[in-house]
C-alpha cells in the first residue's frame, strides 16, 4: 500500500495532509533529526494569518502542520478530492496504479492538539524522552497538567513544568523570557508543549526553539494544559465528531462569541472568496 504525503495551502497556510498514523511516524522520525515545529493551524488560526502576514510566514515555518478544526478538516478533503478529480481525468485508460496511488491520497485526518499532544506523551514513554510543560498562566494548571500526564502514562519523564513568562504578542522579549529559557536547558527535555495561546505560542517557539538545544519537538498546544488538568472541560465526542464542539464552547463561555465567529462564518466566507 502506497501512502503520499501531501502538503495543501488553505488561505494561503499549509496544512500537511497525513494520517494520524503518518504523523506519529514523522514526530518519531524528529526525535533524531534535528529541531523541529508542530503547529496546529485551524480555522481561527487562518483568519487570523490573513491579517498579521508573519504570524502566516510563522505558521508556514512548521515542520509539521497538522489539519485541527472541523471547518478547515472539509476545506482540505475538498481540496484533495478537487486535486484528485482533475488528475482522475488526466489519466490515460490502463494506469491502474498511478489511480490507485491517487486515491490513497484522500485521507486527510483532523487532529486536534490536545489529542496529538496525549499521543506524542505516549511516544515519549514508549521511546524513553522527556517531556516539558510551559504555559496556561496558571502554577495550579501546569501542576495538575503534569499530575495527570503522570498517572495516564506511568513511565513517562516529565522533566519539568513552567506556568511560563507574561508576553504579548507582539514582543516576546520580557524579562522572565531568559529565565525560562534557562530553565528549560536546566531540564533538558526531548520534547517542549507549549501553552501560551494561539499566536504567541507559535511566534514564541519560531523566535526560541533555536536557544534550547536539547528540544527534538517543540509543539503549540493551545488550551490542552487546561482541558487535561480538567479545569475546562470538553465537548462530548458526539459533538467533535460532527463539527459542532463550536456551539458547546459558546453555551459554556458566551465571551467567546467574537472567536467563534471568526472560526465558522468568517472562515466560510474567506474561503469562498478564495476560491472564486
Same mark, same amino acid.
Not at 95 to 113: C, H, N, P, Q, V
Not at 259 to 267: L, S, V, Y
Given at each position: 500500500?502506497?501512502?503520499? @504525503?501531501? !502538503? =495543501?495551502?488553505?488561505? $494561503?497556510?499549509?496544512?500537511?495532509? /497525513?494520517?494520524?498514523?503518518?504523523? +506519529?511516524?514523522?514526530?518519531?522520525?524528529?526525535?533524531?533529526?534535528?529541531?523541529?515545529?508542530?503547529?496546529?493551524?485551524?480555522?481561527? @488560526?487562518? !483568519? =487570523?494569518?490573513?491579517? $498579521?502576514?508573519?504570524?502566516?510566514? /510563522?505558521?508556514?515555518?512548521?515542520? +509539521?502542520?497538522?489539519?485541527?478544526?472541523?471547518?478547515?478538516?472539509?476545506?482540505?478533503?475538498?481540496?484533495?478530492?478537487?486535486?484528485?478529480?482533475?488528475?482522475?481525468?488526466?489519466?490515460?485508460?490502463?494506469?491502474?496504479?498511478?489511480?490507485?496511488?491517487?486515491?490513497?491520497?484522500?485521507?486527510?485526518?483532523?487532529?486536534?492538539?490536545?489529542?496529538?499532544?496525549?499521543?506524542?506523551?505516549?511516544?515519549?514513554?514508549?521511546?524513553?524522552?522527556?517531556?516539558?510543560?510551559?504555559?496556561?498562566?496558571?502554577?495550579?494548571?501546569?501542576?495538575?497538567?503534569?499530575?495527570?500526564?503522570?498517572?495516564?502514562?506511568?513511565?513517562?519523564?516529565?522533566?519539568?513544568?513552567?506556568?511560563?513568562?507574561?508576553?504579548?504578542?507582539?514582543?516576546?522579549?520580557?524579562?522572565?523570557?531568559?529565565?525560562?529559557?534557562?530553565?528549560?536547558?536546566?531540564?533538558?527535555?526531548?520534547?517542549?508543549?507549549?501553552?501560551?495561546?494561539?499566536?504567541?505560542?507559535?511566534?514564541?517557539?519560531?523566535?526560541?526553539?533555536?536557544?534550547?538545544?536539547?528540544?527534538?519537538?517543540?509543539?503549540?498546544?493551545?488550551?490542552?494544559?487546561?482541558?487535561?488538568?480538567?479545569?475546562?472541560?470538553?465537548?462530548?465526542?458526539?459533538?467533535?465528531?460532527?463539527?459542532?464542539?463550536?456551539?458547546?464552547?459558546?453555551?459554556?463561555?458566551?465571551?467567546?462569541?467574537?472567536?467563534?465567529?471568526?472560526?465558522?462564518?468568517?472562515?466560510?466566507?474567506?474561503?469562498?472568496?478564495?476560491?472564486?
Amino acid at each position: 500500500m502506497i501512502f503520499i @504525503m501531501e !502538503v =495543501k495551502k488553505i488561505l $494561503d497556510v499549509r496544512i500537511d495532509d /497525513v494520517s494520524i498514523t503518518e504523523a +506519529l511516524e514523522k514526530a518519531r522520525s524528529f526525535l533524531v533529526s534535528g529541531q523541529n515545529k508542530i503547529f496546529t493551524p485551524n480555522p481561527e @488560526m487562518l !483568519v =487570523k494569518a490573513q491579517k $498579521d502576514e508573519y504570524f502566516k510566514k /510563522v505558521l508556514n515555518s512548521g515542520d +509539521l502542520n497538522l489539519c485541527d478544526g472541523f471547518g478547515l478538516w472539509l476545506a482540505v478533503r475538498c481540496a484533495s478530492s478537487c486535486h484528485s478529480e482533475r488528475s482522475e481525468e488526466s489519466l490515460k485508460v490502463g494506469e491502474k496504479g498511478s489511480f490507485a496511488t491517487l486515491r490513497m491520497t484522500k485521507k486527510t485526518e483532523r487532529i486536534t492538539g490536545i489529542d496529538f499532544m496525549l499521543e506524542l506523551c505516549a511516544l515519549a514513554e514508549k521511546e524513553n524522552r522527556s517531556i516539558y510543560l510551559l504555559g496556561s498562566g496558571s502554577d495550579e494548571i501546569t501542576k495538575q497538567c503534569a499530575e495527570v500526564l503522570n498517572k495516564k502514562f506511568v513511565h513517562l519523564k516529565i522533566a519539568g513544568y513552567d506556568r511560563g513568562p507574561m508576553i504579548e504578542e507582539n514582543s516576546m522579549l520580557t524579562a522572565e523570557n531568559g529565565s525560562t529559557i534557562d530553565k528549560i536547558n536546566t531540564a533538558n527535555p526531548d520534547i517542549l508543549f507549549v501553552a501560551f495561546g494561539m499566536g504567541k505560542q507559535e511566534k514564541w517557539i519560531y523566535e526560541n526553539l533555536a536557544k534550547m538545544p536539547s528540544v527534538r519537538i517543540a509543539m503549540g498546544v493551545g488550551g490542552s494544559f487546561d482541558y487535561i488538568a480538567g479545569a475546562v472541560p470538553r465537548a462530548p465526542l458526539f459533538l467533535r465528531k460532527i463539527g459542532l464542539e463550536w456551539m458547546y464552547r459558546l453555551a459554556r463561555q458566551p465571551k467567546r462569541a467574537g472567536r467563534i465567529f471568526n472560526a465558522t462564518f468568517k472562515f466560510v466566507y474567506l474561503i469562498l472568496c478564495h476560491r472564486s
